[in-house]
């Protein structure tokens, strides 16, 4: 096969394909407690040492983040050296040796798998951005007139401000704009129109989130709880108190000590690491994560005492393989995908094959129920030990540290702005936003189970309604800390300078330039290029196809966007007059890659025999238990929404032969680019 040269179109959708493959794929690998000893810096400090191919990371993508951005943030990069190292590290390996179960497991997707893939796929703009760059086109005027009605203009906005933020001053024009006013939108009109935009997107997910997640009632019922058990009153009451060193005195003992016999014969020396007990942090933790523990017991329960029941042989079995190894949970989600049995059946066969045999379809759904809410009641159980229980405390030795680090931005802001006004902001944001996830109760509109979901447009309507608090906010901070907006200006400047392209010379660029800018797109196209160049003959075939039927799902999914962006902008109107009803689906690329990863999901059968499914088939489920958590007048069913206003998303092109043809080749590129910035020392 001759030469082939990759058009611009076909090598975006090449890097879109690699980094939203490789994203997830190292969110995933957390899951094994190894996975933090390959990540490298800042994690490992031998990493630093230039020239070690061998340090380089497993997690290439999420170290580019996390150096770029994410550490040089202030205070953060005050950290000591051990928060990484020690800390952190070790909190992270006590999660992923929890063993935690999996969608497959249970049949479902749950609130760990949607919440992780959403923050995959914001991960992965960020980080095609960190990659590529902004373009450097000649900055726009900020003052002309752009239409807020009409969609084409607000994305317009949206990329005028972006282009000035990277190559501009505009970034230090709005810190000045919030030091004069808490009204950022007088700025100018490209600034309010940017602004209305973004509120669409995050009230897009937000909407998705809450309603079209079949696990968004349980999610919001976690944050109600979570909610009510924050003593705000108590809080603001501290926040009274006049010494900044007092009052942060105070917030850390009202949060975080403890008082028990552990923790006093630790302090006296007279044990080492002994259970010193939970302070009202990691109580609030364990009550939110047990909360439902009481409904997945009755599913147990319940189970056990039905006239039909497995035998206590096959619920023992479960029983037993609950306590099972990591390995040999691994080896029987295999055994069960390869022979297609469920789940159940093959750990009852790997244990006695009688017990299989004898298992009615009746009885086997029972097994699956009983397993699943067996699952959900260990992994609140582990999370609760990994965060709240053992020792040596590292959540509260890790919170302590994060507040030692921002104590002097924090005695700066208590002294010049009045932090309970704030927190009272906080808290009546929590309540609207709470209240406006509920159904509503009309006389039209599309109901379900007697109620009507949330819109998108409620949730446009929410962020309006409350987007001054913020601006009020950042007022006081810039006005009455210009020291603290100095220092944070600086950081925002610096990370923004990450997303420009360095323009091509034939002469050197110093290394100071290149880290403090992006990759670059024309050398990511000529990376992307040559690792195409590099495969062999007959593959280069079938992965230029998928290349192409991806582009061109990209481009219909920018243009769904726009038409559903206009949709919103439409009905915004008519909801502020009182009508009700509104759109169930909103604008985003990002919105339908996040609906991908969990379409792409394998689980269990739910039959004794037959083919894995896919999360596609089983999304709009909740977990089994979870239903009894939460009273049928409050939840819907998320596929009937989006079918009713005829919101179907394209099916996403099988990309399967790109993954594997240059998954590795690409890890490999991002280590090296990623290992480029990491400070030497």
Same mark, same amino acid.
């Given at each position: 096969m001759g030469?082939?040269?990759l058009s611009?179109q076909q090598l975006?959708?090449?890097l879109?394909i +690699?980094?939203?493959?490789?994203t997830y794929?190292?969110?995933?690998?957390?899951k094994?407690p190894d996975a933090i000893?390959? @990540?490298g @810096?800042?994690?490992?400090?031998?990493?630093?040492?230039?020239?070690?191919?061998d340090e380089?990371?497993?997690s290439?993508?999420?170290?580019?983040?996390?150096t770029?951005l994410? +550490?040089p943030?202030p205070?953060?990069?005050?950290?000591p050296?051990e928060?990484?190292?020690?800390k952190?590290r070790?909190?992270?390996?006590?999660l992923?040796e929890?063993?935690l179960?999996?969608?497959y497991d249970k049949?479902?997707l749950?609130?760990r798998k949607?919440?992780?893939?959403a923050?995959?796929v *914001?991960h992965e703009?960020?980080?095609?951005?960190?990659?590529?760059?902004v373009?450097?086109?000649k900055?726009p005027d900020l003052n002309q007139?752009y239409?807020?009605?009409?969609?084409?203009?607000?994305i317009?906005?949206w990329?005028?401000?972006t282009q000035?933020?990277?190559? #501009?001053?505009? *970034?230090e024009e709005?810190?000045?704009?919030f030091?004069?006013?808490?009204n950022?939108?007088d700025?100018?009109?490209?600034v309010?129109a940017?602004?209305?935009f973004?509120i669409?997107y995050i009230?897009?997910?937000?909407h998705h989130l809450f309603?079209?997640s079949?696990?968004?009632?349980?999610?919001?019922?976690?944050i109600d709880n979570v909610?009510s058990?924050?003593?705000y009153t108590v809080?603001?009451?501290?926040l009274?108190v006049?010494?900044a060193?007092?009052?942060?005195?105070?917030?850390?003992r009202?949060f975080?000590?403890k008082v028990?016999v552990?923790?006093?014969s630790?302090w006296?020396g007279?044990?080492q690491n002994?259970?010193?007990?939970?302070?009202?942090?990691?109580?609030i933790?364990?009550?939110v994560?047990e909360?439902d523990?009481?409904d997945?017991?009755?599913?147990?329960?319940?189970?056990?005492?039905?006239?039909?029941?497995?035998?206590?042989?096959h619920?023992a079995a479960?029983?037993?393989h609950l306590?099972?190894s990591?390995?040999?949970?691994?080896?029987?989600?295999?055994l069960?995908?390869?022979?297609e049995?469920?789940? *159940?059946?093959a750990?009852?066969?790997?244990k006695?094959k009688? +017990?299989?045999?004898?298992?009615?379809e009746?009885q086997?759904t029972?097994?699956m129920e009983? @397993?699943s809410?067996q699952l959900? $009641?260990?992994?609140?159980?582990k999370?609760?030990?990994a965060?709240?229980?053992?020792?040596?405390?590292l959540t509260?030795s890790?919170v302590r540290?994060?507040?030692?680090?921002?104590?002097?931005? $924090?005695?700066? $802001?208590h002294?010049?702005?009045?932090?309970?006004?704030?927190?009272s902001s906080?808290?009546s944001?929590l309540?609207?936003?709470?209240?406006?996830?509920k159904?509503k109760?009309h006389d039209?509109?599309?109901?379900?189970?007697?109620?009507?979901?949330?819109?998108?447009e409620d949730?446009?309507a929410l962020?309006?309604?409350?987007?001054?608090l913020?601006y009020?906010?950042?007022?006081?901070?810039?006005?009455g800390?210009?020291?603290l907006?100095?220092t944070?200006?600086?950081?925002?400047?610096n990370?923004?300078a990450v997303?420009?392209? $360095?323009?091509?010379t034939n002469g050197?660029?110093?290394?100071k330039?290149?880290n403090?800018?992006s990759?670059?797109?024309a050398?990511m196209?000529?990376d992307?290029?040559?690792?195409f160049?590099?495969?062999p003959d007959e593959?280069?075939?079938n992965v230029?196809?998928?290349i192409d039927?991806?582009?061109?799902?990209?481009?219909?999914?920018?243009?769904?966007s726009i038409t559903?962006t206009q949709?919103?902008i439409?009905?915004v109107?008519? +909801?502020?007059k009182g009508?009700?009803?509104?759109?169930?689906?909103g604008?985003g690329v990002?919105?339908?890659r996040?609906?991908?990863l969990l379409?792409?999901?394998?689980?269990?059968p739910?039959?004794p025999r037959?083919?894995?499914?896919?999360?596609k088939?089983?999304?709009?489920?909740?977990?089994? #238990?979870?239903?009894e958590?939460?009273a049928?007048?409050?939840t819907?069913?998320?596929d009937a929404l989006?079918?009713e206003k005829g919101?179907a998303?394209?099916d996403?092109p099988?990309v399967?032969?790109v993954?594997?043809?240059?998954?590795?080749?690409?890890?490999?590129?991002?280590a090296?680019?990623s290992?480029?910035g990491?400070?030497q020392h």
């Open positions: 030469s082939i040269i611009p975006g959708g090449l879109d +690699l980094v939203h493959h490789e794929s190292e969110a995933e690998s957390f094994d000893e390959h @990540y @810096y800042p994690f490992d400090i031998s990493a630093q040492k230039k020239g070690s191919e380089k990371s497993l290439p993508l999420l170290q580019l983040l996390l770029r994410v +550490l943030i205070a953060i990069r005050d950290l050296t928060f990484w190292t020690t952190f070790n909190l992270m390996r006590r992923g929890a063993d179960s999996e969608s049949g479902t749950g609130s949607r919440l992780a893939s923050a995959s *914001i703009c960020i980080t095609r951005g960190l990659l590529t760059g373009p450097n086109d900055l007139k239409d807020v009605h009409k969609a084409e203009d607000l317009k906005a990329d005028d401000v000035h933020l990277v190559y #501009g001053n505009l *970034i709005l810190f000045d704009q030091a004069k006013s808490p950022i939108e700025h100018s009109p490209a309010k940017a602004i209305d973004a669409i009230a897009t997910f937000l309603v079209l079949a696990e968004g009632p349980y999610l919001l019922k976690l909610h058990l924050v003593p809080i603001g009451q501290t009274r006049g010494n060193g007092t009052m942060i005195s105070a917030m850390v009202l975080l000590a028990s552990g923790a006093v630790n006296l007279l044990t002994a259970s010193d007990g939970m302070n009202l942090m990691q109580r933790i364990s009550l994560l909360w523990t009481g997945f017991r009755k599913t147990i329960e319940s189970i056990k005492q039905s006239k039909e029941k497995p035998s206590e042989s619920l479960i029983d037993e306590q099972a990591r390995e040999q949970h691994a080896a029987i989600r295999e069960s995908k390869r022979e049995k469920s789940i *159940i059946i750990l009852l066969d790997a006695d009688d +017990l299989a045999v004898s298992l009615t009746a086997h029972q097994c009983y @397993y809410a959900a $009641i260990r992994d609140r159980e999370i609760t030990e965060l709240c229980r053992q020792s040596p405390d509260t890790i540290d994060g507040v030692s680090v921002f104590e002097p931005m $924090i005695r700066a $802001i002294k010049n702005v009045d932090l309970r006004k704030h927190i906080v808290e944001f309540t609207d936003l709470i209240a406006t996830s159904p109760k039209d509109g599309q109901k379900q189970n007697g109620a009507m979901p949330p819109s998108v949730y446009v962020l309006r309604r409350n987007r001054r913020g009020e906010y950042l007022h006081d901070f810039a006005e800390c210009p020291d907006r100095k944070w200006l600086d950081w925002v400047k990370s923004l997303f420009r392209q $360095i323009p091509e050197s660029i110093p290394a330039t290149v403090a800018s990759y670059g797109a050398k196209d000529k992307l290029q040559s690792l160049d590099n495969l593959k280069k075939s230029k196809d998928a039927a991806h582009a061109m799902y990209l481009s219909t999914l920018g243009n769904v559903q949709s919103i439409d009905r109107d008519e +909801l502020e009508r009700t009803g509104g759109s169930m689906s604008p990002y919105i339908t996040w609906h991908c379409d792409e999901t394998i689980v269990t739910n039959t037959g083919p894995p499914r896919r999360g088939e089983v999304k709009s489920l909740k977990a089994l #238990g979870k239903t958590a939460i049928d007048s409050e819907w069913d998320p989006e079918e919101h998303r394209p996403a099988d399967s032969a993954v594997d043809a240059l998954r590795s080749q690409f890890r490999e590129l991002v090296d680019i290992s480029k990491i400070p």
